[in-house]
């Protein structure tokens, strides 16, 4: 499964689990071994965004995949590896957007 295929079934996972439907562990199931690959697109989907709506509901999938690898982890040692790499991954994503998004929408930028 390509990490765009990934990336799709996250985000339907996503919406099985607001929907509160059974579909969400079978989605995951789907994603398999993908999920690493799944985070990383959409946190680089999310940096491609215009839309801050947009940029904020990829991030939003991001994170909730990465709550699914953390309680897939079962090594304390590999939880350690995955939490710092994909909460910096995170986290500089979201200050990439902020920034982008403060310089656009300032009166410097106008």
């Known amino acids: 499964m390509s990490m765009q295929d990934s990336a799709y079934f996250l985000i339907e996972a996503y919406k099985d689990f607001l929907e509160e439907t059974d579909q969400t562990e079978k989605t995951f199931r789907e994603i398999g071994n993908g999920l690493k690959g799944a985070i990383d697109t959409i946190l680089d989907a999310a940096t491609l965004m215009w839309s801050p709506k947009h940029q904020k509901l990829l991030c939003e999938i991001a994170s909730f995949g990465k709550k699914r690898l953390d309680s897939e982890s079962s ?36």
Request: hydrophobic share 40%; glycine share 2%; charged share 25%.
């Open 75 to 110: 090594e304390i040692g590999a939880k350690v590896k995955v939490n710092t790499h994909y909460s910096d991954l995170y986290v500089r994503t979201i200050k990439l957007l902020s920034f982008v998004n403060k310089l656009r929408y300032s009166a410097f930028c106008r």
